[in-house]
């Protein structure tokens, strides 16, 4: 078995769980080689909070998971070329919290992503999706991803704009590179990309990062949907998997925290 020819650390939530599988198929193909994905991300995940979904599952923040300490006990290895994927950096605004929150959270992840000498890759959130929302599109679409979560439209928007204007110098300030997303990427749900778009979002969103165009074509691998991540809790229990937690023949390994 061949060992891995890069390193890819997905930090994100629902958009990135959603199409985890063919992010995965399109990062085995840039590398052209075995990957060692690490990843933090999950459908209404925080970056700094436990967050739940259904009232069921709960993961941890991104910047307190177990995979920064997995990235650091790789520090004295031999070096892996390394890139990064920040996204979905919208949910802890409808969780309520504030921009002056949210933002030292980010700094955290990238300012690490920074010692792992990774070409890091950071999108915006679709501010000029949300701002073209009329108020009954913006109730439905509150009620049914964050429901029983009071908020106001421009109040929303307003953090919103301010957070944009923070990843933006947060990106400058460590080197990454800054996607803003397209109209034509959203349909009627405002922040989830759509899946007939997705191929073609994710190829141009991960084609920031630098060199690639490997080998051919990869297979997509089935049943990525159902992994665990290191740590979670259901409903009042901690459930703990060892990882990697997914093992490809080719030598690709897949961690998640």
């Known amino acids: 078995m061949a060992p891995p020819v890069l390193r890819a650390v997905l930090l994100g939530a629902s958009n990135l769980a959603r199409s985890f599988p063919r992010i995965l198929s399109l990062v085995r193909q840039r590398a052209g080689g075995p990957v060692e994905v690490l990843g933090a991300f999950g459908r209404g995940r925080s970056y700094g909070e436990w967050s739940r979904l259904l009232g069921v599952r709960h993961l941890p923040g991104i910047v307190g998971s177990g995979l920064w300490r997995e990235i650091a006990t790789r520090a004295g290895q031999e070096p892996l070329p390394t890139v990064a994927l920040l996204t979905d950096l919208g949910n802890d605004l409808a969780y309520g919290q504030s921009v002056a929150r949210i933002v030292p959270w980010v700094e955290a992840c990238l300012a690490r992503l920074v010692e792992a000498r990774a070409a890091t890759v950071v999108t915006l959130l679709p501010l000029a999706t949300l701002e073209g929302v ?66 073609g979002v994710w190829r141009e969103i ?17 049943g990525l949907q159902l992994l665990r991540a290191e740590e979670l809790r259901l409903w009042r229990f901690t459930v703990r998997t060892v990882q990697p937690c997914k093992r490809l023949p080719d030598g690709t390994t897949v961690a998640l925290y």
């Open 134 to 199: 009329p108020p009954w599109r913006f109730h439905l679409a509150r009620t049914v991803l964050f429901p029983g979560r009071p908020m106001d439209r421009r109040d929303l928007l307003a953090r919103a704009r301010e957070l944009n204007g923070e990843i933006r110098r947060l990106a400058r300030q460590a080197g990454a590179e800054v996607v803003e997303p397209e109209l034509s990427w959203y349909g009627l749900d405002p922040i989830h990309i759509r899946s007939k778009v997705a191929g």
């Open 206 to 222: 991960l084609g920031r990062w630098p060199g690639g165009g490997g080998g051919g074509k990869a297979r997509r691998v089935m």
